[in-house]
């Protein structure tokens, strides 16, 4: 006979009646539709120059709607939860390839941090509230997307599923953060492998924060651990990636306002062993 012992930690979302304070809920979104005149002319013998003009969704930022609530539990406790779905604005599809493919997690918070569990962005991005790199992206231009998050951090996913993450509270101005991913992608083409085994893709990353005035500081360290059954990254990437990739990124960012001119001077340095 075989026998199987289950130890399992759970944190509902769900609002307890005994609470001290009545649970808050909220519906909330942002359209982006815009539209799009692009002229082209290759200068090149026989072919015409091509005028094209079209609606476009998500040009500054992605169209999302989500449901976000907490509740005071008493005794310096509050449990809360973010679900947010992405669209096409101009056609109402989705994008992604789950219902809340944005976001989806909840979170306990208190005297000792916060801890998170679920679907959420990584620190070394824009997204969320732990986007830690809007700091260096002061003009909102989103560079993980444009460029694919892998240029700018350990991890080719600006989001990752099965997550554990943790944020201090903040001394000093200095802030702590740590995550864990018991896999990556659950649904996507690196879907293959058991979560929390070696043949997953798993994801691991700390960050530390420093704010004072107009000075910020971040340093985040992350990596990917690449599970040992073949993933699309690793069959296109086989010979390069084997089985850790480290990148290392220290931004700084000091910037002053006058009156509506906001300056910013962006210092950043990146390794990558």
Known sequence: MMKKTLLALSVAGAFIGTASAAPQIELYGLINTGFSY?????????EDAKDSFSMETGKEFGSRWGIRGSEDLGNGLKVSFTLESGFASDTGASE??????????????????TVSFGLMP???????????????????ANYTVGFGSGHATASMW??????????????AGLTGYAMYSFKNDSVGASKTGEESKAESDRYASLALRYLNSN???ILVADTTLYGSVDSRLSK?????????SNIFSLCLLADCSVRAVRRSTVFSFTTAP
């Open 215 to 217: 000075f910020e500081a």
């Open 158 to 171: 600006t989001r990752v599923d099965n997550a554990v993450s943790y944020r201090t509270p903040t001394f």
């Open 38 to 46: 692009v002229h082209s002319d290759s200068d090149l013998a026989g």
């Open 236 to 244: 296109t990437a086989k010979s390069s990636i084997r089985a850790v």
């Open 96 to 113: 992604q390839s789950r219902l809340f493919g944005r976001e989806s997690h909840v979170d306990l918070s208190g005297s000792f941090g």
């Open 122 to 140: 990584i620190f070394g991005s824009v997204l969320g509230a732990n986007g830690l790199f809007r700091a260096i992206d002061p003009l909102f």
